[in-house]
């Protein structure tokens, strides 16, 4: 169980990191090449850009626009932007770089209905499935408290890591040797060594004892001259 909650934590972990990366990248992008992210909320590009891919643009001149390039400009209506491939150009106002394009859908089989009149447009770089889907959900209340739920759960993930298993009987470590007490070196066969100092104490305690019954025999020969004396008769 632990083992799986640890696999779990680091899997999510591990996607969040990688999804704040990218946003981080995509937003840097934006400031220093002039970047535009857009949300792709139909198929008329599938399969090459399917609904619900971030698509990435950056601006460019009408007189910069080739046949066959994919572009996002303002819908001839000006109700909001269309990606479409472009299928012809025409310049219409050569000093002022203005042309007129006709666009059609990668799934459609026929052009877009109006013409596009134009200065400059969103070349396409490139897309990200699914981020688009993000991206848009991110603008809604729902979405800002999705945002505010899972950061409070990747950070409970982060504050929580789980123990650590632990090892099993029979792995544990066998303690190794003890180490050797130092020795003193032994002296060699030409080396000399003088009596040390425990050596003359028990010389010193062993004379003194060997002394002692010297004054034993003394004491008993002057018991017996004093006996001899008392028997010697008088003159």
């Given at each position: 169980?632990?083992?799986?909650?640890?696999?779990?934590?680091?899997?999510?972990?591990?996607?969040?990191?990688?999804?704040?990366?990218?946003?981080?990248?995509?937003?840097?992008?934006?400031?220093?090449?002039?970047?535009?992210?857009?949300?792709?909320?139909?198929?008329?590009?599938?399969?090459?850009?399917?609904?619900?891919?971030?698509?990435?643009?950056?601006?460019?001149?009408?007189?910069?626009?080739?046949?066959?390039?994919?572009?996002?400009?303002?819908?001839?209506?000006?109700?909001?932007?269309?990606?479409?491939?472009?299928?012809?150009?025409?310049?219409?106002?050569?000093?002022?770089?203005?042309?007129?394009?006709?666009?059609?859908?990668?799934?459609?089989?026929?052009?877009?209905?109006?013409?596009?009149?134009?200065?400059?447009?969103?070349?396409?770089?490139?897309?990200?499935?699914?981020?688009?889907?993000?991206?848009?959900?991110?603008?809604?209340?729902?979405?800002?408290?999705?945002?505010?739920?899972?950061?409070?759960?990747?950070?409970?993930?982060?504050?929580?890591?789980?123990?650590?298993?632990?090892?099993?009987?029979?792995?544990?470590?066998?303690?190794?040797?003890?180490?050797?007490?130092?020795?003193?070196?032994?002296?060699?066969?030409?080396?000399?060594?003088?009596?040390?100092?425990?050596?003359?104490?028990?010389?010193?305690?062993?004379?003194?004892?060997?002394?002692?019954?010297?004054?034993?025999?003394?004491a008993a020969a002057a018991d017996t001259?004093?006996?001899?004396?008392?028997?010697?008769?008088?003159p």
């Amino acid at each position: 169980m632990r083992t799986a909650y640890r696999v779990f934590r680091a899997t999510v972990l591990n996607v969040a990191a990688a999804l704040g990366l990218l946003s981080i990248l995509v937003f840097t992008a934006s400031l220093a090449f002039d970047v535009r992210a857009h949300n792709v909320i139909s198929g008329s590009m599938a399969p090459g850009i399917p609904t619900g891919s971030l698509l990435l643009t950056r601006p460019v001149a009408a007189a910069d626009i080739r046949t066959g390039d994919i572009i996002t400009t303002e819908r001839a209506s000006g109700n909001g932007l269309v990606t479409h491939r472009v299928t012809g150009i025409r310049e219409i106002e050569s000093a002022n770089g203005i042309y007129e394009i006709t666009m059609r859908g990668d799934a459609n089989t026929s052009d877009d209905p109006q013409p596009y009149t134009i200065r400059e447009a969103g070349a396409y770089l490139t897309h990200i499935p699914v981020l688009g889907f993000v991206a848009t959900l991110l603008q809604t209340r729902a979405g800002i408290l999705t945002v505010i739920a899972a950061g409070s759960f990747l950070l409970v993930l982060f504050l929580f890591p789980g123990r650590a298993p632990e090892p099993e009987p029979g792995l544990e470590s066998e303690p190794g040797p003890e180490p050797e007490l130092a020795r003193e070196p032994e002296p060699g066969p030409g080396s000399e060594s003088g009596p040390t100092p425990e050596t003359h104490v028990a010389a010193a305690a062993h004379g003194a004892h060997a002394a002692e019954p010297t004054a034993e025999p003394t004491a008993a020969a002057a018991d017996t001259a004093s006996s001899r004396s008392q028997r010697a008769p008088a003159p």
